[in-house]
């Protein structure tokens, strides 16, 4: 199985200010013939279902702020948030979609300083 | 917008049956692979099993490999999860998601509320 590991666990970061995440896979999520990584990532509040906010490392969904972008490449991916607002105090997962069992990362909390 | 209702979820003592249903509206059902995924109490996601937009093409996590069927049926825009012999540790909130593409190797661009799934004696 594809382990995936995200840091920091937990982020508090001032209104207005970037929040950083980070998420790493033990083996490569790039799928060479099309040269797509197979990784997605997830906004999760409470009591709400997930919310696809990145795939494929760096497409934003639509519907998504701009303020969020997914960065990297092969086994190493960021999530910025980059201008942080109330709304995305919630739990941000990510996951890999290149090999089964499709795994998430661990979760990191992103809360308001 | 995508809609996405599960039911079937409950209290069933271990070694039991449940099955889960999906019922999905407005996008087109068949053209969608379809994915199941869980979060037990105070725990993280994990996926479950996922099926193809056809139906033709099932796939499991080795937690759940030989007790659990992923199916659907595109007429009825319907995605069901068959479980069986149920342990403990399959209580969790068991959510129905839909694919991105055709393909099961997709993100899940949109998530159900969700069913709860208890196995307790």
């Known amino acids: 199985d594809i382990v995936m590991t995200q840091s920091p666990d937990s982020l508090a970061v001032s209104l207005g200010e970037r929040a950083t995440i980070n998420c790493k896979s033990n083996?490569?999520?790039?799928?060479?013939?099309?040269?797509?990584?197979?990784l997605a990532w997830y906004q999760h509040k409470p009591g709400q279902p997930p919310k696809l906010v990145i795939h494929?490392?760096?497409t934003r969904e639509s519907g998504v702020p701009d303020r969020f972008s997914g960065s990297g490449s092969g086994t190493d991916f960021t999530l910025t948030i980059s201008s942080l607002q109330a709304e995305d105090v919630a739990l941000y997962y990510c996951?890999?979609?290149?090999?089964?069992?499709?795994?998430f990362g661990p979760g990191t909390k992103v809360d308001i300083k | 917008e995508v809609r996405l209702v599960e039911s079937g979820g409950g209290l069933v003592q271990p070694g039991g049956s449940l099955r889960l249903s999906c019922t999905a509206s407005?996008?087109?059902?068949?053209?969608?692979?379809m994915t199941w995924v869980r979060q037990a109490p105070g725990k993280g996601l994990e996926w479950v099993s996922a099926?193809?937009?056809?139906?033709?093409?099932?796939l499991y996590a080795d937690s759940v490999k030989g007790r659990f069927t992923i199916s659907r049926d595109n007429s009825k825009s319907t995605l069901y999860l068959q479980m069986n012999n149920l342990r403990a540790e399959d209580t969790a909130l068991y959510y129905c998601?839909?694919?991105?593409?055709?393909?099961?190797?997709?993100?899940?661009?949109?998530w159900g509320q969700g069913t709860l799934v208890t196995v307790s004696s």
């Open positions: 099926v193809t937009n056809s139906g033709d093409t099932t």
């Open positions: 494929w490392a760096s």
């Open positions: 083996r490569s999520v790039l799928y060479s013939s099309n040269n797509k990584n197979y």
């Open positions: 996951q890999q979609y290149f090999s089964i069992p499709f795994t």
């Open positions: 407005e996008f087109t059902f068949g053209s969608y692979a």
């Open positions: 998601a839909k694919g991105s593409s055709a393909s099961s190797y997709s993100s899940a661009d949109w």
